[in-house]
């Protein structure tokens, strides 16, 4: 004989059965999650006490508006207001403090955008576990690249109303006075975040337009100062010595010339270098490879977006972000650096995208927790400890 279930039982019996098959599928990613956890500080603590300390990031602290309007000398000048001498452990102190704050505001993110529910949880593992993404991040400590990451999670994080545009470009601005190149580096990608949070989402305007604009000029004349009149007017001894009376630990006097180079130099400079970097963009393509798995879920977000607006601007947008890039490797050689950047300002633009509402309900989990497929691609992802800063591993 057969007993009707009482109102409601069967329904609690199958979500009670489907945690369960969601608990039991994401086994094996918690455990790719605790080697993240270990392999991460792990970076850290090889980088401050094992590495050598070859940073050109010292000089950036010490390096200030002393002699007029210089690029990359915001740090240095904020700094400056506090105490005349830096130590170089104060570019560990910021850098993982940054990084720290990063990864907080990263995770508060990812919890805003698509929640810590437990079908999300392998995309979870496998961004934040990324070898271009924080374990990269830990190995390039003195480099600046993080702040434009910093920003972009910001913008998505704040409240998006009428001075949220405004906000966002002073940062930018303050991005571009850290270092120029996150002009190119970042910047788009926090464009495009402001575009989907401010413009898309409310409905966009022609006043919107033109405040937009007027904010994109803004950054593009505080880009075109740092890069093309941010030289230092004295010369190479007078800036050393400087330096060096701000210093308490030795410096690399070869590093100042990034404060005389110009566009032409960097350019030979790079160029000279191409042929034994070029053999190694293999390498760069097969770590693009392995995150097959997030460029499908991409793909299928752009797809299911509601209006041809939205899907054409997301498009647009993730071909301007990696345009961007073409100049940036013609001018500069650290080739992982920018790679690794890249692949997490797709990463950000996945969380914009994700903003946007699709045209059903998504019931399939981003990444299927028993695929075999994104169950290896997983795991070697997660062996990877980095990728680089100039060259790969």
């Known amino acids: 004989m057969e007993f009707a279930h009482p109102p409601g039982e069967g329904t609690l019996t199958q979500a009670v059965r489907s945690e369960l098959h969601d608990s039991q599928s994401n086994r094996p990613w918690r455990w790719m999650f605790a080697f993240d956890c270990i392999i991460a500080p792990a970076a850290l603590l090889y980088t401050v006490f094992v590495d050598s300390p070859r940073y050109p990031g010292y000089m950036h602290l010490l390096v200030t508006y002393h002699f007029g309007f210089v690029r ?3 740090v240095g000048t904020v700094l400056s207001w506090f105490t005349d001498a830096i130590p170089f452990w104060y570019v560990y102190a910021i850098a993982i403090a940054a990084w720290i704050v990063t990864l907080v505001l990263f995770v508060a993110v990812f919890r805003k955008v698509f929640g810590f529910k437990p079908e999300n949880f392998p995309l979870f593992v496998f961004v934040i576990g990324s070898p271009f993404f924080f374990k990269n991040f830990a ?13 972009a999670l910001v913008a998505l994080l704040i409240p998006a109303g009428a001075l949220y545009p405004l906000v966002i470009a002073g940062g930018c601005v303050v991005l571009v006075l850290i270092h120029h ?8 990608t926090i464009g495009f975040i402001v575009f ?24 593009c004349a505080a880009f075109l100062v740092a890069a093309f009149f941010g030289r230092v007017p004295v010369p190479p001894e007078t800036f050393l010595a400087y330096v060096r009376s701000r210093a308490l630990d030795p410096i690399d006097p070869s590093n100042a010339w990034m404060w005389y180079s110009t566009l032409e130099q960097e350019i030979r400079s790079t160029w000279e270098r191409l042929g034994g970097h070029a053999l190694r963009f293999p390498v760069y393509a097969l770590l693009i490879a392995l995150h097959f798995p997030i460029g499908r879920y991409l793909k299928a977000l752009i797809v299911k977006l509601p209006t041809k607006l939205m899907r054409r601007s997301s498009v647009v947008a993730l071909a301007a972000i990696t345009a961007a890039y073409i100049p940036i490797c013609i001018v500069a050689h650290d080739y992982a650096r920018w790679v690794s950047s890249w692949a997490v300002c797709m990463f950000l633009a996945m969380h914009a995208i994700r903003l946007l509402p699709p045209t059903a309900t998504e019931n399939a989990p981003p990444l299927a927790p028993d695929s075999k497929t994104n169950l290896v691609l997983g795991w070697i992802v997660t062996a990877i400890p980095r990728v680089g800063v100039t060259i790969p591993f």
Do not use: E, M, Q
Request: glycine share 12%; charged share 10%; hydrophobic share 60%.
């Open 139 to 151: 190995i390039a400590l003195g480099h600046f690249d993080i702040y434009g990451c910093l920003w």
């Open 72 to 74: 990359r000398a915001l």
């Open 196 to 219: 989907v949070r401010y413009g898309l989402l409310p409905g966009f305007s022609a006043g919107k337009a033109v405040y937009g604009i007027a904010l994109i000029l803004l950054v």
């Open 181 to 188: 190149l996150h002009f190119l580096l970042y910047i788009p």
